[in-house]
């Protein structure tokens, strides 16, 4: 290999940035001697719902088991089904399992990666027909997930959902913070502000914030809210820090069989921080994909992600798909070059109908999911994090226009000229 890893520079694919206020506040929390469920997460709590624009925020020990209250406080029953999209992480169709229900794959729209309304459509008549799985499956609600960060059309996923009786349930583990507007002259609507019964976010590590692990779900509906709080700490008629406030509330009741999904307090130590800087760190993102946009424009063998109108962008990751017809190496080969000059990457997703589960237990085909099936082998996640140094951004763009000049099949002769920066 002849491109130099100059000064052997490694760009990790993310990097979470803690600042010191944060760390201060997690040892003032270990030195309060209340370390889980307590004050802090009610204060994260109350200021998550403040930033989204909701009226209740549940905090919640990740984006899965927010998820998974969601559905449980929908009354989702066993053996109804639920719409789910195959381009998504393992949790947003694992959650409609604990339940019992069917996740029906829905597949992707090409442009935005996000799910596609017209297969939505069909996979749902196949369902409700008899003709997906061979007897028909009462289908009751849909997840959406706004991949990356670039949200889906609301009012069209709310005028979906109306026409055919579905509750929605929003995957937003990358849309913190995302915004939409039905259009240039209306209101700016915040991911979680009313767009969905209940939304559900993740702060594990490598996501927009974080607080080690976490999450979060928001809702207007209190009883939605109520069902979910009780649900996370094992079904329990008061949560723990409300029984040790006076009043010798020693004496609590079970009156279900929930989880242990509380949030830390340690946790919303750092939460409550990371929510602070959370816009700041959105336009750092913004920036480095505008970078990014700039300097890949004329790399052919290169697609760039879309850029809606109408939508604020969390940039929580930059997808860029290869043109393997114009490419002499695969998507897996791209990324081992990558990764041998120092550019840490990932890909978002493997979809859900190719993994061996969904296809040897559930028996989902490639062929279910076409576009989903094509795109993946393309796709390839770059490094887009706050506090991405500038050298580390121009090594990025230094190797892939590298790579792309070096196993270029439509101009060979671009390998002698150096990528110009
Ligand atoms: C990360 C992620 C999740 C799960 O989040 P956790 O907090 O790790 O449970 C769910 N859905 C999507 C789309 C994700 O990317």
Redesign the pocket.
């Known amino acids: 290999m002849n491109i130099p890893n100059e000064g052997s520079m490694n760009v990790p694919f993310f990097r979470p940035s803690i600042s010191e206020t944060a760390i201060a506040e997690v040892t003032e929390c270990l030195r309060s001697g209340w370390l889980t469920t307590g004050p802090r997460v009610k204060q994260f709590e109350f200021e998550f719902a403040k930033f989204i624009g909701a009226k209740h925020a549940v905090a919640v020990n990740?984006?899965?088991?927010a998820?998974h209250l969601a559905v449980e406080a929908m009354q989702l029953k066993a053996g109804q089904g639920v719409l789910v999209p195959t381009m998504?992480?393992a949790?947003?169709a694992e959650i409609v399992l604990y339940q019992g229900g069917i996740p029906i794959l829905v597949d992707c729209d090409p442009a935005t990666l996000n799910m596609d309304f017209e297969d939505a459509a069909n996979k749902l008549e196949a369902a409700r027909s008899g003709t997906l799985q061979g007897s028909p499956i009462e289908v009751v609600g849909i997840i959406p997930?706004h991949v990356g960060g670039l949200m889906l059309d609301v009012d069209h996923i709310d005028a979906f959902a109306k026409k055919h009786t579905l509750w929605v349930v929003e995957?937003a583990?990358?849309a913190l913070p995302s915004a939409y507007r039905s259009g240039a002259d209306q209101a700016w609507r915040m991911c979680g502000e009313n767009t969905a019964a209940v939304t559900c976010y993740?702060?594990?590590a490598n996501?927009t914030m974080t607080t080690g692990?976490?999450?979060m779900a928001v809702t207007s509906d209190p009883h939605l809210a109520d069902r979910m709080r009780q649900m996370s700490l094992h079904g329990l008629s008061h949560d723990a820090w409300k029984r040790f406030q006076g009043n010798s509330q020693w004496d609590y009741q079970i009156v279900a069989p929930g989880y242990k999904y509380n949030l830390t307090d340690l946790a919303a130590a750092i939460g409550l921080h990371q929510l602070q800087r959370v816009e700041a760190m959105r336009q750092e993102r913004e920036n480095i994909a505008e970078f990014f946009f700039q300097r890949f424009r004329n790399v052919a063998e290169l697609e760039l992600p879309p850029q809606l109108e109408n939508r604020l962008h969390s940039w929580h990751l930059f997808p860029i798909r290869l043109c393997l017809d114009r490419l002499s190496i695969d998507r897996n080969e791209f990324i081992q070059c990558l990764r041998e000059r120092g550019v840490g990457c990932s890909v978002h997703w493997r979809p859900l109908h190719l993994h061996p589960y969904y296809q040897e237990t559930l028996q989902w085909q490639a062929s279910d999911c076409p576009t989903a099936t094509h795109v993946w082998n393309r796709l390839v996640s770059l490094p887009i994090f706050p506090g991405m140094t500038e050298p580390e951004q121009e090594h990025v763009v230094r190797v892939v226009t590298e790579l792309c000049a070096k196993y270029s099949l439509r101009q060979p002769a671009a390998q002698t000229n150096p990528s110009g920066t």
């Open positions: 990740s984006c899965t088991a998820l998504t992480f949790a947003t997930v995957d583990a990358h993740s702060f594990y996501k692990e976490g999450g």
